[in-house]
RNA sequence: GCCCCUGUGGCGGAAUUGGUAGACGCGGCAGACUCAAAAUCUGUUGCCUUCACGGGCGUGCUGGUUCGAGUCCGGCCAGGGGCACCA
């Protein structure tokens, strides 16, 4: 007899329609059951899915088919983050409309998804650049700006000028536009912010409540926050300027080094040093070079610390010693005061400008355990723990007292001045610049109007949508130089106005759309009930490389949309799992160009291993595992691997070895194996339900050890759904298949035999089931069984299996295992005891001593001291 | 430069969270079936030593804590990631 091979392109697409007709993973919000939802970041719809978007969705697709198995109403959306830069670029190039692009991608990637067979609610299916959606930003934006969360002001920005647009930092390639090749320029811009840092503090303290989100993406989060406490100090100069300026406000977290300052230092941006500049031709020289230095890395890893002597001087608040004043290309005007002291002995920076100007360097901190007359900074700053030293009333304090002694003095007034510092905390976190010089982004809903000031597009008059016919081959922003789409009346005054042209930068749409799938077709941002009934979201999954951005930005979007009434939570997603990539080997021709693992056919082992492109039969070069990209060629194409092996194979192999955290391999070998699995387990069932008659009619199921095996399986197998450890499920599954065929070479005809193996089969499919659920039900109808798997609960696994009545424990003496001891689970401590002490070899090793002690760990392991 | 993570057989990795290191898979080796191949099945597979029973070593290196360390602590080495003039 022969068992027909599973055959995936024949059965996946039957069960697929199975569950689309039966409308099983479509969710209803008064659904009574207890919910849990399950989101994987959804795709920006580049053109087709990559192998990248199988292991997530594979993932989320566990989880959701276990919790509903698990009894839960489950929600598991899926939609599109449709705006972006591409769509702009490919209907350049191919001379088509970005939004027609856009919606033929999605349509194909819909359709290469649902080849995957994902339990996906498609019913509420969204693309950001809907109307509908993008309709309903434009509210949200309207209600920011109305809690003062959105606002304008002038800013630095990239600014391209060949292409005539704003970049992004990521978008500025050692200094040159990325696109254009062009030399960036920093301008002076008005852009559109939202007010993010009003929640700095609450988005870093509410990072501790965050426990099932990766330590490391918290850490990162706080990083970037960057809190720091430390203390504003005005410095009085010794003689006002010609403008009249008498003072210098400074920003520090070491006041305590305040003894070790040799100078102060202005940022070329700071208002002083402009006003400086208009009588000094040298100084408005200096300023004019630091703003052309380079923004890119390279530049300011290289960039020394130079300044320009001002002339001027302050005097110090505690000794009458006066300190010059520079302006210095170092210091940032954004963050603190814009101003520093300088203290060479106990900072990097400031040490390099020390050397660099000839300035005193006196350290004033004193490491513990090193006497005063042997300490010198020659060629480093010290910036570790100590004793105050050189320092006056400080002296002998620790770092943390001498903060606080300084503070308290200075904050403390003389009755007739203001005080001369105030204790402040800083953070890094700036805010967030939304404004974009892009046509296919959400607009923002203002009229700029020369009377009325900037004017937000009344609620009743939305949406602004984006017009159809914009031309794209000429720089600059097509909104801005369409013909009629940004003229229009003004709200107000009803005058000619002109409509904000800027888009919003697609991190916007992201930030909000998984409280739109909790009420997708809702005539507001949300329907708030649902939104609170639904979120935050239980399990959130996707790629580690959104750790700060969208994850920050959707924690103060959730804020903001609390403040403004749209729901009623802080934290939009409880759970965060952040999946590793999947990389492939690298394969280069002789000439240098890439070679894709389609055109390649690799053999051998190890160091022995050639690869060679089947088109040529030339040898190509085996290069380094990397990220699957388009430039280096090492993709492979989800599409072509289940229309090869199927989607179940594809699944399985996503989860399998690799703990999903992590990166995966994708190797042709590995990708075999998990389809060899398939068939493997196709063959059991099916020869275990032809060959059934014969093992005779249904009896009770016997006690053999398969039973055990069996439950601990499922118990196990839930364990590492639940917790994510997909890799140490399936081998559990592998286990289990292995025990299957052991039992079933054994059975031999016993009827009682036959019907553990019965059980057992059921638990293999239903647990198998979230993984391969194509194969998992084409097994549940061979075995004969009602219905769908998919719509099982998750069987219950027998607690008395769970635990054996015989143990077999480890014996160790002196720490290193010598022997076994088989004995009654229940046994007493003593009952070990006598029993170990029995036992030959530690009778050898105790030769006639009495043990110093037995240590029992119930039910793990004993060790015997000599 | 600062901060963080990781290091286990030929390979991906597991280890009940301080308790039998190497589960499971890939690869290898030996065998069965076959005219042959594919597919499938069985056995074996950390290193050294021994005819064998057995013994020794072994989780990057090094020291420590402990009856017991892959797991905890100190120092070092290697690889990866984040931030980057943030005062």
Not at 41 to 62: E, K, L
Not at 517 to 543: C, H, K, M
Not at 734 to 753: H, K, M, R, W
Not at 781 to 796: C, I, K, M, N, S
Request: with cysteine.
């Amino acid at each position: 007899m022969s068992t027909e091979r599973y055959n995936p392109q024949a059965v996946e697409p039957r069960w697929q329609a199975a569950w689309r007709e039966a409308r099983i993973f479509e969710t209803e919000n008064d659904d009574p059951r207890p919910r849990y939802y399950v989101l994987e970041m959804f795709p920006y719809p580049s053109g087709r899915i990559h192998i990248g978007h199988v292991r997530n969705y594979t993932m989320g697709d566990v989880v959701a088919r276990y919790m509903r198995a698990r009894g839960f109403n489950v929600l598991h959306p899926m939609g599109w983050d449709a705006f972006g830069l591409p769509a702009e670029n490919a209907a350049m190039t191919n001379k088509v409309q970005a939004r027609d692009w856009t919606y033929k991608n999605i349509a194909t990637m819909r359709g290469q998804l649902q080849t995957m067979g994902l339990s996906l609610d498609w019913s509420r299916e969204f693309a950001t650049c809907d109307v509908d959606y993008y309709a309903q930003q434009q509210r949200l934006f309207l209600d920011l700006l109305d809690a003062d969360l959105a606002y304008r002001r002038s800013s630095r920005v990239n600014w391209d000028p060949v292409d005539q647009t704003v970049l992004a930092n990521e978008q500025v390639i050692d200094g040159r536009g990325w696109r254009s090749g062009a030399e960036v320029e920093q301008r002076e811009l008005t852009q559109w912010f939202f007010r993010i840092t009003r929640y700095s503090e609450d988005l870093l303290t509410a990072l501790e409540t965050l426990d099932r989100w990766p330590a490391k993406v918290r850490l990162m989060q706080a990083n970037w926050i960057g809190r720091s406490e430390g203390m504003r100090v005005r410095f009085p100069l010794t003689k006002p300027t010609a403008a009249g300026t008498r003072e210098i406000e400074v920003y520090t977290t070491r006041q305590d080094t305040l003894f070790g300052a040799s100078f102060m230092a202005l940022s070329p941006d700071h208002p002083l040093a402009a006003e400086l500049a208009e009588g000094d031709a040298a100084l408005a020289g200096f300023i004019a070079e630091c703003r052309h230095a380079g923004t890119s890395e390279a530049a300011i890893e290289s960039a020394e610390k130079r300044g320009h002597d001002t002339g001027l001087a302050v005097r110090h608040p505690f000794d009458d010693r006066t300190l010059p004043v520079y302006v210095a290309n170092f210091v940032l005007m954004e963050y603190g005061a814009g101003a520093i002291f300088g203290c060479p002995a106990h900072d990097q920076r400031d040490f390099d400008f020390a050397r660099r100007y000839d300035l005193p360097v006196t350290p004033v901190v004193l490491p513990d355990g090193v006497d005063a007359a042997d300490f010198a900074i020659t060629d480093k700053p010290y910036d570790g723990e100590g004793r105050m030293i050189n320092s006056a009333f400080l002296d002998g304090m620790t770092i943390t007292g001498a903060k606080d002694a300084v503070a308290e003095r200075l904050e403390t007034a003389d009755p007739d001045s203001a005080p001369q510092g105030k204790r402040e905390t800083n953070y890094r976190l700036r805010d967030w610049g939304i404004s974009r010089q892009r046509y296919w982004g959400c607009p923002i809903p203002v009229v700029h109007c020369e009377a009325c000031g900037v004017v937000p597009v009344p609620a009743a008059d939305l949406p602004v949508e984006l017009p159809d016919d914009v031309e794209l081959d000429r720089p600059g922003n097509p909104l801005d130089h369409h013909p009629t789409w940004k003229h229009v009346a003004c709200p107000k005054c009803d005058r000619p106005a002109i409509r904000e042209t800027d888009t919003m930068d697609t991190f916007v749409d992201s930030s909000w759309y998984f409280a739109r799938f909790t009420a997708p077709r809702s005539a507001t941002p949300t329907e708030p009930q649902a939104a609170n009934d639904w979120l935050p979201v239980d399990q959130y999954i996707g790629g580690i490389e959104h750790a700060i951005l969208h994850l920050l930005y959707s924690r103060f979007f959730t804020r903001a949309m609390r403040l403004t009434g749209h729901l009623d939570l802080d934290e939009p997603f409880a759970g965060l799992f952040t999946q590793g990539m999947v990389v492939h080997e690298t394969y280069r021709r002789a000439d240098g160009a890439w070679v894709s693992p389609a055109e390649v056919q690799v053999t051998g082992e190890g160091t022995n291993r050639k690869a060679v492109e089947t088109a040529t039969g030339e040898q190509v070069e085996i290069g380094p595992i990397e990220k699957m990209s388009k430039s280096r060629r090492n993709t492979v194409d989800p599409t072509d691997i289940i229309a090869g092996y199927g989607a179940d194979t594809a699944r399985l192999f996503m989860l399998s070895d690799s703990p999903p955290d992590r990166d995966v391999i994708w190797t042709e070998e590995g990708v075999a194996g998990a389809h060899r699995f398939v068939q493997r387990v196709w063959r059991l069932v099916r020869e275990w339900s032809d060959g059934r008659e014969a093992a005779g009619p249904p009896v009770e199921a016997g006690d053999h050890p398969l039973r055990r095996t069996a439950h601990r399986t499922l118990a196990a197998v839930g364990d590492g759904f639940a917790t994510l450890r997909f890799n140490v499920a399936v081998a559990k599954i592998y286990e289990l298949v292995n025990a299957i065929s052991a039992a079933q070479a054994e059975a031999d005809g016993d009827p009682a035999t036959a019907a553990v193996i019965d059980e057992a089969m059921l638990i293999l499919v239903e647990i198998m089931a979230p993984i391969t659920p194509h194969l998992a039900e084409e097994c549940w109808q061979a075995l004969g069984q009602e219905g769908l798997v998919a719509t099982r609960d998750w069987p219950a696994a027998d607690e008395s299996l769970l635990a054996d009545a015989t143990l077999v424990l480890p014996v160790q003496v002196n720490g290193k295992k010598r022997g076994e001891l088989t004995i009654d689970a229940d046994a007493s401590q003593v009952d070990v005891e006598t029993a170990v002490t029995a036992l030959d070899f530690v009778q050898r090793a105790l030769d006639g001593r009495r043990p110093k002690k037995i240590v029992v760990v119930p039910k793990r392991i004993v060790n015997v001291v000599v």
